[in-house]
């Protein structure tokens, strides 16, 4: 497994951003799809966005179409994921993964990935 970190995380009011960052460690960011989940308090883990090997092919969760944006950045090995129009809902510690197998896809499962960050909370207030 690798070791990601996750950052940016903290508390935001309803209507605001948030732009969380992970670290990925060089040999990985190139060969592996990325993806981000969340879990909020008594939920299990849920799918939020991932993005392919080359950041041309990403995929969202309908609960976060439209609002959230994920991209990659070769430069820092670093995947990031964009918040906007934030709802109490999103309320949740947020996660990065990477997916080694197939980099070209995207995938919305949490048996894709094999590598996990610690974790960032995001608390969105109403």
């Known amino acids: 497994q690798e070791q990601l970190v996750e950052s940016g995380g903290g508390l935001v009011q309803a209507g605001g951003s948030l732009r969380l960052s992970c670290a990925v460690p060089?040999?990985?960011?190139?060969?592996?799809?990325m993806g981000w989940f969340r879990r909020a308090p008594g939920k299990d883990r849920e799918f939020v966005a991932s993005?392919?090997?080359?950041?041309?092919?990403?995929a969202y969760s309908d609960s976060v179409k439209g609002r959230f944006t994920i991209s990659r950045e070769n430069v820092n090995s670093t995947v990031y994921l964009q918040m906007d129009t934030l709802k109490p809902e999103d309320t949740a510690v947020y996660f990065c993964?990477?997916?080694?197998?197939?980099?070209?896809?995207?995938?919305?499962?949490?048996?894709?990935?094999?590598?996990w960050g610690q974790g960032t909370q995001v608390t969105v207030s109403s």
């Open positions: 060089e040999r990985t960011f190139g060969t592996h799809t």
């Open positions: 993964a990477a997916a080694p197998n197939r980099p070209w896809m995207v995938f919305t499962t949490v048996a894709d990935y094999v590598s």
């Open positions: 993005i392919n090997w080359t950041g041309g092919r990403t």
